[in-house]
């Protein structure tokens, strides 16, 4: 393989690593590259999608053998996750991105701070928002930001109470669902053939690694999972707060 598919390969498996174990990050981490480096968000959301779906139903899977995944949360979230994702799909290019970019930035900040008021013993069961709209949002917001569903999906569960280990598991064997609509949807509207190369490599990077998802959230303890789901979306809050700054 060439240097450049290399690098796409190493980005997938780091992306993976990441969001398998902690049921976000591979979206954003995968499609920030791809626009650092010259994509289009347009076609850089939809390569992503295209590896994932390789990626997420591998995750997914590993979840399942490895009991992660509670059947009532996943049957709420997967078929709004599934409408918002190609709603978001369909209406990316004509959404203004200002308006995503400040939304997504105040809604992580204030999730970063209940899953770290969690952390320090508090709970935040009565301020719960249905599994469902969560669902929708978060598929509306993967597919327009080329990331977004682990983010709003896990961060608002682990932050209102629900045991981590179950809602990563949950969330990530959704994901494979939400991205085939997702694709589908990317299909009808985007030429992706040029861009082979990058899908591949995405694609071959997260499947090697997307095995050991469900392994490394069953041994991880519960406060361990908690903390690293919390400097996971801070971070995430941080880089999208800057964004706003430095346009």
């Known amino acids: 393989m060439e240097v450049d598919i290399l690098l796409y390969v190493a980005i997938g498996f780091l992306a993976q690593i990441v969001d398998g174990a902690l049921g976000m990050a591979f979206g954003v981490i995968c499609t920030s590259s791809l626009i650092a480096f010259g994509l289009h968000p347009a076609i850089a959301s939809a390569s992503v999608h295209a590896a994932e779906i390789v990626t997420t139903g591998i995750s997914g899977g590993s979840h399942v053998y490895h009991r992660n995944v509670d059947k ?19 209406v990316l290019t004509g959404l203004p991105e200002a308006t995503v970019k400040v939304f997504v930035a105040v809604y992580l900040t204030g999730m970063a ?40 999906v896990v961060s608002s569960l682990v932050a209102t109470g629900d045991e981590p280990r179950r809602a990563i598991g949950s969330v990530n064997l959704a994901e494979f669902f939400v991205t085939v609509a997702i694709s589908v949807t990317f299909l009808f509207h985007l030429d992706l053939a040029e861009y082979g190369r990058i899908v591949l490599g995405l694609m071959i990077g997260g499947a090697v690694a997307a095995p050991l998802a469900g392994y490394l959230i069953r041994i991880m303890p519960q406060k361990v999972a908690l903390w690293l789901v919390g400097l996971v979306v801070s971070s995430q809050a941080a880089i999208s707060i800057y964004g706003l700054f430095a346009t």
Not at 113 to 132: A, D, E, F
């Open 72 to 90: 009532v949360l996943f049957l709420k979230i997967v078929i709004t996750g599934v409408l918002g994702g190609i709603a978001g799909a369909y």
């Open 113 to 152: 701070l209940l899953i770290i008021s969690r952390v320090l013993g508090r709970t935040h069961r009565g301020i719960k928002p249905p599994p469902q709209m969560l669902g929708l949002g978060g598929g509306f917001l993967d597919a327009v930001g080329g990331g977004g569903w682990g983010p709003i």
